[in-house]
């Protein structure tokens, strides 16, 4: 299981680095150090919240819970904008269902 955290954890850290490229332009390059902190950091949680030790289930349904998870995780982004960046929101539905795709495709300790 720590092997699946830490690849869940730099997952969140690179798909982080993603978002925060595409929020900081989308801003016209203007956005905040501690916004786009915030964001960075935001999808970490989620790769450890993905990354946690859940139980094993089908393909399909680990990749809901990665929606679901990253829905969760990614609200209180959005909430703190002020629902204003629903991009990033969706992004972070998206990042749940990419990090459970990827981490099944790591060899099971």
Do not use: H
């Amino acid at each position: 299981m720590k092997k699946r955290l830490k690849a869940a954890l730099i997952g969140g850290a690179l798909l982080g680095l993603i978002c925060v490229v595409g929020a900081f332009v989308r801003s016209g390059f203007t956005a905040s150090p501690l916004d786009v902190f915030a964001l960075w950091y935001n999808r970490v949680i989620i790769g450890l919240v993905v990354g946690a030790p859940w139980p094993t289930v089908e393909k399909k349904q680990a990749w809901l819970r990665g929606g679901i998870l990253g829905l969760l995780v990614s609200f209180a982004y959005y909430s703190s904008t002020g629902f204003t960046d629903p991009v990033s929101f969706v992004a972070g539905i998206v990042y749940g269902v990419v990090l459970e795709a990827w981490l099944a495709r790591a060899p099971k300790p």
